[in-house]
């Protein structure tokens, strides 16, 4: 961009604030020669700074300040000024002073001792205390104090830039009460760049340049001899974060709806399950590791479920003798008892077995779920304790293999976005053959999505009454989020990080 397009840019604070660059070089300073506002200087500031114009830096240093008593005084007057200028060469009462200068008593102690000190007053015992100016006093009438010359200053003040006299001036007020503080504070200089010189060198028009073309204007013809400022729409702009929906919120309701295109029904069940259905009516042992305490978390009131006992019966049979799939179960007494405990739900799967044993079951038919679960697992990168799972089953004759390995190629790459995926031999209770869905992270490596397989007849044919084929699986959807939305930690997900949510993309599944 050429120097007069540039000069052509700038915004009037812009114009206000360049031209006082060459003699003013803090941000006090610059509000001072301008009369602007600082929030006003640093806008033009940044403006320049982003147009290659002047180099803003930030430096760490003690610095003095006016304190409420110091911005009274310089806008009253000192004090001591007051009440030498209202004592003049007359000889007054001490209650008389307070009422002609306004001062406080506190106040007005202060300056007796300040004029004392200074040899300026004299306190004469009589009736009552009384005072007059001696002729010291008398000379400092047309005299600025070296406290006064210090306050009429553009503060806050480095300290370490103060001459002897600031020096001695402000360790005076130091001793006084609330007119001066010193603190440490972060100071902004501005250094002018050769860019910034050669506009000033130049000069920047008008200063009335107009930015917004009003009705007015046009109505009365005047636009016409107005200079209208050119826009730099590659300029930077501070960022307008507005509202919008939790990035893996929007992502579950895509794939949702993803399902329901491909003609998938949700399946639901409640948060709060019992051992049978999310168990024992997969066919998972009572004796399995994966009940144990560490790993589900029960429900300590109330303890027990409403079931249906003539399921429960054949759930039982099921496990002690295989129910006449010819298989023998798992040969062991089940617990009816224990079944009706209550837990957090800790698969999804325990959906696709209230699914199963419902009137609403359609044969041939298709079915999802997208269950949150609860586990007492080691938090990490790839795991956490509260989780999705989306679950699904097909319900149909003559299913294979086959048809589940191709939708576990179809999951991963349609809802993870994955280019390499691998599926291996796994091992669960409640399906023959089983199999694990892996795909590869560009920064976790491979990392397991879910599990898969064909729904055991012991588990099939208690809940839905007869041998179908039944192919299911369970995927960790938190995990297939984090590669469509580029996240490395699964805990990200659920993340309060203001900062992380706002620069978070939002990622549907494709339709």
Avoid at 134 to 143: F, V
Avoid at 275 to 295: C, G, K, V, Y
Avoid at 352 to 363: D, F, G, Q, T, V
Avoid at 392 to 420: N, S
Wanted: with cysteine; aromatic share 8%; hydrophobic share 40%.
């Amino acid at each position: 961009m050429d120097i007069k397009t540039l000069i052509d840019t700038l915004h009037s604070l812009e114009r206000k604030v360049l031209p006082v660059l060459s003699t003013s070089r803090t941000l006090p300073e610059i509000v001072g020669a301008t009369g602007l506002k600082d929030i006003e200087v640093m806008r033009a500031l940044q403006w320049l700074e982003n147009k290659k114009i002047v180099k803003i830096s930030t430096e760490l240093k003690e610095v003095v300040s006016l304190d409420k008593n110091g911005v009274k005084y310089v806008k009253n007057g000192l004090p001591e000024r007051v009440f030498i200028t209202v004592l003049k060469d007359r000889e007054l009462s001490i209650s008389r002073l307070e009422k002609l200068t306004g001062l406080s008593k506190d106040e007005l102690n202060v300056c007796l001792g300040v004029l004392r000190k200074k040899a300026m007053a004299l306190i004469i015992q009589n009736k009552e205390l009384r005072v007059k100016l001696t002729a010291e006093g008398l000379k400092w009438l047309d005299k600025e104090f070296l406290e006064e010359t210090f306050l009429k200053k553009v503060f806050p003040l480095d300290i370490k830039s103060l001459s002897s006299e600031d020096q001695f001036a402000l360790q005076n007020l130091k001793k006084r009460r609330e007119i001066v503080k010193t603190e440490m504070q972060k100071l902004k200089h501005v250094e002018l760049l050769d860019l910034g010189r050669e506009i000033i060198s130049k000069g920047i028009g008008d200063d009335k340049v107009v930015d917004v073309l009003k009705p007015e204007l046009l109505r009365s013809g005047d636009w016409r001899n107005k200079t209208f400022r050119r826009y730099d729409v590659k300029i930077n702009v501070p960022k307008v974060f507005g509202g919008k929906p939790q990035a893996y919120r929007i992502f579950l309701d895509g794939v949702r709806k993803k399902f329901m295109s491909l003609g998938f029904t949700e399946m639901r069940g409640p948060l709060v399950e019992s051992e049978f259905w999310n168990m024992d009516a997969l066919f998972m042992p009572q004796f399995h590791s994966a009940r144990d305490i560490h790993d589900v978390l029960y429900v300590k009131e109330p303890k027990r479920a409403k079931l249906d006992e003539s399921l429960v019966k054949r759930v039982k049979s099921a496990h002690e003798n295989g129910f006449g799939t010819g298989s023998t179960g798992w040969g062991y007494e089940f617990d009816i008892s224990r079944t009706h405990r209550l837990l957090l739900r800790s698969q999804g799967t325990a959906c696709s077995s209230r699914m199963l044993a419902s009137p609403e079951l359609k044969i041939p038919g298709k079915y999802f779920g997208m269950a949150r679960c609860f586990r007492k697992d080691v938090v990490d990168a790839t795991h956490n304790a509260d989780f999705y799972q989306t679950e699904g089953i097909v319900v149909e004759e003559g299913l294979t293999l086959r048809h589940l390995f191709g939708l576990l190629k179809m999951f991963a790459k349609e809802f993870a976005g994955a280019d390499e995926i691998k599926i291996v031999p796994g091992y669960f209770p409640f399906t023959e053959p089983s199999a694990e869905l892996f795909a590869k992270h560009p920064v976790l490596g491979w990392v397991e999505l879910g599990g898969a397989g064909i729904f055991r007849p012991e588990l099939v044919k208690p809940l839905v009454g007869r041998e179908v084929s039944v192919i299911a699986w369970g995927i960790g959807i938190d995990r297939i989020a984090m590669f469509k939305l580029g996240i490395n930690d699964i805990r990200q997900l659920f993340s309060h990080d203001l900062a992380f949510l706002r620069n978070q993309k939002v990622v549907e599944c494709p339709q």
